[in-house]
């Protein structure tokens, strides 16, 4: 099959098109240019040209009518919604106008093109940061999160109208390589390098943490079967004992260095997030472990 997939500069984005490319021919939809990635989304990019099932499309931004005429040309049979618009997306500046502009206006027609094109299916990333998915309802809404939903209900009512199959992954908290600098264990990390202490908000608050090709895999697996929402469990753990762990598992065990020394801020509201236990993926941690460390070797030379 022909699976075309949007934000695949991302974290999770690179993961998936690595794991479906295994099993079948994988279109890359980016926005920009060639040119103008750098960083981590060249790094993951240069990874994904590697594999000869992998091809690129160019400047072709969701909202534009170009990407029509590429489904119109290429008629892929799965596309995956994975883009949204993430500038400030844990900040109280996210931009809802930008966000519906990118993530929802295109859908009526891109839902339209895709089943006169033959698409079979249509797969939508979603968040446990969602009204509705998470767990807990008692927490302070984003306008991150109501964007996310506002794409999906979208998806619901032009997929309905175009009668094509629609099936969802709600995106806990992934990790492993190539994660950005913001996230908690390349914290850790530079921390350890350092030799500084790293300042641990909410120690208490909980999460739940999947390895990125464990979530990829459930993208793979949903190909070729009826429409279906799946929300993947990893480890739930409190911030502190993850932190815990990574230590452990990490800095000691397999990078041999001390572990990183923590000061905690205790002053902020403790918040729970995580998809169904009743969904637990099987990991092996072992295996997670070592490729993390293996990551860090070979980026620190």
């Known amino acids: 099959m022909k699976v075309a997939i949007t934000g695949a500069s991302s974290f999770t984005g690179f993961a998936i098109a690595q ?41 072709l931004p969701v909202e534009e009518g170009g990407t029509l005429s590429w489904i ?34 295109p859908l009526a027609s891109l839902t339209q093109n895709l089943k006169e094109a033959g698409c079979s299916l249509v797969i939508q990333s979603g968040s446990f940061f969602e009204p509705g998915e998470g767990g807990r309802q008692d927490r302070r809404i984003t306008n991150y999160s109501k964007s996310k939903k506002l794409v999906w209900d979208e998806l619901l009512l032009q997929a309905e109208r175009n009668d094509l199959s629609l099936s969802k992954v709600v995106i806990p908290n992934p990790i492993g390589p190539l994660e950005n600098p913001d996230r908690l264990i390349p914290g850790l990390v530079e921390s350890s ?17 999947l390895p990125v090709f464990e979530l990829a895999n459930c993208y793979l697996e ?41 000061k905690l801020n205790n002053s902020g509201s403790n918040i729970s ?29």
């Open 222 to 262: 949903l190909i070729g079967k009826p429409s279906k929402v799946v929300r993947p469990s990893g480890l739930i753990s409190k911030t502190l004992d993850w932190i815990g762990l990574v230590n452990t598992e990490l800095f000691e065990n397999r990078l041999k260095v001390p572990p990183v020394k923590l």
């Open 19 to 59: 794991a479906i490319a295994k099993q079948h021919k994988v279109a890359i939809l980016l926005p920009s240019s060639e040119n103008s990635y750098s960083g981590l989304k060249q790094q993951r990019l240069r990874r994904l040209k590697s594999n000869p099932s992998v091809e690129f499309y160019y400047s």
């Open 72 to 105: 119109e040309e290429q008629k892929p049979d799965i596309w995956i919604n994975h883009h949204h618009h993430m500038v400030d997306y844990r900040t109280d500046s996210y931009d809802m106008e930008r966000s519906i502009e990118v993530g929802v206006k």
């Open 193 to 209: 390098r350092q030799e500084e202490e790293f300042l641990v908000g909410n120690p208490e608050s909980s999460s739940d943490y």
């Open 273 to 301: 997030f995580a998809n169904p236990s009743a969904e637990n993926v099987s990991v092996d941690w072992s295996l997670f472990w070592d490729e993390y460390a293996s990551y860090i070797q070979e980026k620190e030379g």
